[in-house]
């Protein structure tokens, strides 16, 4: 392990969040500790209902814990909000349908009032990191589901925010163009070494990508394992035959299915 | 059943038309023509591509018109029950300035006029209440409510307020327009998902910049149903109106005028007009909205 | 049913900026006769004067509320200065030709989804009918009907009739036409004959597209029905009392026929919505 405890970007303590509903409280988180250090890539795995997207959205304000503590780049989570400290990534692209690609890209960068020239530089350079030079002027609709989940990741990049949270950005795609969005993700995190939050419920997605592995259960939603990645930084698509990668996906499977036992 | 061959059904359509015949020769020729328009439709009508789409209602509509022409001439039907395609048509041609003068009085002045504000106030107190979840809850059941009446009915109200010109008219096309325009608007302005809500929030985006890069954007394909509906009431509202009180010009006055004098060649010509100036405005609309709401699902091609 | 109170909140501001308007509105005459008599008017004096007059700019809630209460139910239903029946006159009319156009419409949308050239042909005049405004030639067919021998019900009816026939055509075409690829594959399946495709699966899944269409076609049959009443001069119906009101500048007797016009409409939507609900409920398409 690295050491979180002095450069910790994000830092939950005791953590818990209860919706109130009509068929009474429902414990979506509890107790959860967590620090995430700088460029760290920390994946959420569980089944629904785990808390692991709620968690994501803690960490984003766009949930409010109803106990214990949170920060993030040392200031609550509302206050990175409004300092814009990370891009988030949803389950859809939900880009807008009434502006082209690079209009969509420039939207965060219209509300953070950033130049003109700066705008259409950055555009280009996120366009390029993610792929997709030559398509700024399409329209949404005019791309593949693919090429339009990696234009939303461009639109999280372009404000350059340390902090990159994704909830499960590839679980509409099809398993090819996930791998190869996997592996290009991997790419961009190694050339701007952001620090990732990542929410999945595929194992190998999650063995492949990550630096750690949060495997969370549900009712009530809470973390049961964090499992360090002993894999290299390096990562071809083949080492998921490697018998270090499937050792860690094991250790998973068996964190999720501890998870679900205790639960019966 | 209707392959290339003549089904059983033409045949029986042509006996009957034939036994017309021992009848009323005029009635034959009717059906004949009818029968034969059609059928030369039912052969277009299977056919693929663009010409069809447009040539099988051209052909309709320019049946129903000959049919029309015949038939008055035939029966010889009086002009004061149904005057003739021609006779209207004639009566149009000669008398261009005075149906210009109607369609600028109560078309472009009273409805159009009332048009804009109306729609302008609607769309503004849509934004202006956006913030009030309350205010909605109480206006949507009153504006939904509204919609429904026969808001026509307060012509003679606004004409005694306003008086007979078309301020009053304008006035009437206000009230009409409001309210379907005020409620599509604030349904629209309620048409984001709470996903694109959520990466405004992560942005920090204020209260006007998600209202104006996200919210009205995606309200407009819904604007712009409202607005459509509101042109064929602005022009009924503009018209009727004018049956409470006008001065001596505007298609309303027009056509309550020329009952009076039992000439129905002027109020079909006027028809005709409305009908014209009714297609237009909301082409227009229409039009607009494929340029600006290119991108909804609804729009593309 | 937490939207009761917000509504009562707009009512009540409604009727309070109404109160306001009037006393604004009506204090002109207040004044003028006040200066004509040569006496002073205390504010106090001018609101109670404005909320009184017999003829005003604009009658107060009350007074309106009086004239629709003597309308309704002050004298015979049978009078000629009853609501009752100049309304019942109105809703008759409108209620035969609603029902004409509906059926009419319902039976052109079932030929236009089964017939390709009735299709082509006419569906395009149908949806561009709907952007003219048709209630114009409304005096013409009264007054053609008169001159036929034709009056009092028959000819109102068909302007309702008309004005009802097109949202209803329109409506039903896009209701049958709402079952999707797979359904009718379905019925495929089994060789279903047409008739059992229109009476198994096009005419239930058009049923909510039609209860659309029919509170946007009664609402215009009304229209119609009021319309229609007006080149005749003021005999009967609630258009006639518009424009006796008009005429004779009893603004209360204006307000009293209008709200009953919006009564007898609220009514009718409100009975289709009862009716839609109903029948959707059982057919399990409630939501």
């Known amino acids: ?264 | 059943m209707s392959g290339a061959a003549i089904s059983p059904g033409w045949i029986v359509a042509a006996v009957i038309a034939a036994g017309a015949a021992f009848v009323d020769l005029r009635l034959a020729m009717l059906l004949a023509l009818w029968l034969g328009a059609w059928f030369v439709n039912a052969r277009l009508s299977r056919l693929k591509g663009p010409l069809p789409r447009w040539l099988v209602p051209a052909i309709f509509g320019l049946t129903l018109l000959a049919l029309w022409e015949l038939a008055v001439r035939l029966f010889g039907i009086s002009p004061v029950i149904l005057p003739a395609p021609s006779a209207i048509a004639a009566r149009i041609a000669g008398s261009l300035p005075i149906l210009w003068a109607d369609f600028v009085q109560t078309a472009l002045k009273g409805a159009l006029t009332g048009y804009v504000l109306g729609c302008g106030a609607a769309v503004a107190v849509a934004v202006l209440i956006d913030r009030s979840a309350f205010l909605q809850r109480g206006l949507l059941p009153v504006g939904n409510f509204v919609a429904a009446l026969p808001i026509v009915g307060i012509a003679p109200i606004m004409v005694m307020w306003f008086g007979f010109d078309w301020q009053s008219k304008a006035a009437v096309v206000i009230v009409m327009v409001f309210f379907p325009v005020l409620v599509n608007m604030v349904a629209g302005l309620k048409a984001t998902e709470p996903m694109q809500r959520d990466l405004m929030a992560t942005y920090h985006a204020s209260y006007w910049q998600t209202l104006w890069k996200l919210r009205f954007p995606a309200a407009l394909p819904f604007l712009f149903n409202g607005l459509k509906i509101a042109t064929t009431l602005a022009l009924i509202g503009a018209i009727v109106a004018e049956f409470f009180g006008s001065p001596i010009v505007g298609m309303g006055f027009r056509i309550n005028a020329s009952i009076g004098q039992l000439s129905l060649d002027m109020i079909w010509a006027e028809i005709a007009v409305a009908a014209l100036a009714g297609s237009a405005f909301y082409g227009l609309v229409g039009f607009i909205e494929r340029r600006v709401t290119f991108w909804h699902p609804s729009q593309r091609r | 049913m937490r939207s009761i109170l917000p509504i009562l909140t707009v009512l009540l501001a409604i009727v309070a900026v109404w109160y306001a308007a009037a006393v604004w509105m009506n204090s002109t005459w207040t004044y003028d006769q006040a200066a004509r008599a040569g006496v002073e008017v205390t504010f106090g004096e001018v609101v109670a004067d404005t909320l009184a007059q017999e003829r005003p700019v604009l009658p107060a809630p009350h007074q309106v509320a009086k004239g629709l209460w003597d309308g309704l139910f002050g004298q015979k239903v049978t009078s000629k200065r009853s609501l009752v029946y100049h309304g019942w006159i109105t809703l008759s009319a409108t209620l035969l030709g609603f029902a004409i156009g509906t059926v009419m419409g319902i039976a052109l949308a079932v030929g236009i989804v089964h017939n390709r050239a009735m299709d082509m042909s006419v569906m395009p005049w149908a949806i561009a009918s709907q952007t003219i405004p048709i209630l114009a030639i409304a005096p013409m067919i009264i007054v053609v009907m008169n001159a036929l021998g034709l009056q009092g019900l028959v000819p109102k009816s068909i302007i309702s009739a008309y004005l009802s026939f097109f949202p209803v055509v329109v409506g039903m075409v896009k209701g049958l036409r709402s079952p999707d690829a797979m359904q009718l594959d379905l019925l495929r399946t089994y060789n279903a004959s047409a008739a059992d495709v229109l009476l198994k699966l096009r005419l239930p899944a058009s049923l909510p597209y039609l209860f659309a269409s029919l509170k946007v076609g009664v609402a215009a049959s009304l229209v119609g029905a009021i319309v229609g009443e007006l080149p005749t001069g003021a005999v009967a119906g609630l258009g006639a009392r518009l424009l006796s009101g008009s005429y004779y500048g009893q603004t209360v007797l204006i307000w009293a026929a209008l709200f009953a016009a919006a009564i007898v409409a609220a009514g009718l939507v409100m009975l289709i919505g009862l009716i839609e609900r109903i029948s959707l409920r059982r057919m399990g398409l409630a939501r």
């Not at chain 1, 967590?34 to 994501?56: A, D, H, N, Y």
């Not at chain 1, 002027?137 to 693919?146: A, E, F, N, V």
């Not at chain 1, 495997?215 to 018998?243: A, F, N």
């Open chain 1, 1 to 264: 392990m690295k050491d979180t405890t002095t450069s910790a970007v994000i830092e939950a303590r005791g953590l818990g969040l209860t919706f109130e509903t009509n068929d009474g409280p429902v414990r979506a988180l509890t107790d959860v500790d967590l620090s995430i250090g700088k460029g760290e890539f920390v994946s959420f795995i569980g089944p629904s209902g785990c808390g692991k997207t709620t968690f994501l959205r803690c960490v984003a304000a766009l949930e409010h814990p109803t106990t214990g503590t949170l920060s993030v780049n040392g200031m609550s989570a509302d206050a990175a909000r409004q300092a814009r400290a990370y891009g988030y990534v949803f389950q859809a692209a939900g880009l807008y349908p009434w502006r082209t690609i690079a209009g969509n890209i420039r939207l965060p960068l219209e509300i953070m009032g950033f130049s003109r020239a700066d705008q259409e530089e950055r555009i280009e350079r996120v366009l390029s990191l993610v792929d997709l030079e030559g398509f700024g002027k399409k329209y949404p609709w005019q791309l593949s589901g693919g090429m339009q989940q990696r234009a939303s990741i461009a639109r999280a990049l372009a404000f350059d925010a340390d902090i990159l949270l994704m909830d499960e950005p590839f679980g509409a795609l099809d398993e090819i163009v996930r791998d190869r969005l996997n592996e290009e993700l991997l790419k961009l995190w190694a050339r701007t070494e952001k620090t990732i939050g990542f929410v999945t419920h595929s194992i190998p997605e999650a063995v492949y990508l990550s630096t750690r592995i949060v495997v969370m259960s549900p009712r009530p939603g809470r973390i049961t394992d964090v499992i360090e990645s002993t894999l290299p930084r390096e990562r071809p698509l083949d080492i998921r035959d490697t018998p270090e990668f499937i050792a860690i996906a094991h250790r998973v499977r068996e964190g999720l299915r501890a998870g679900h036992g205790d639960e019966v």
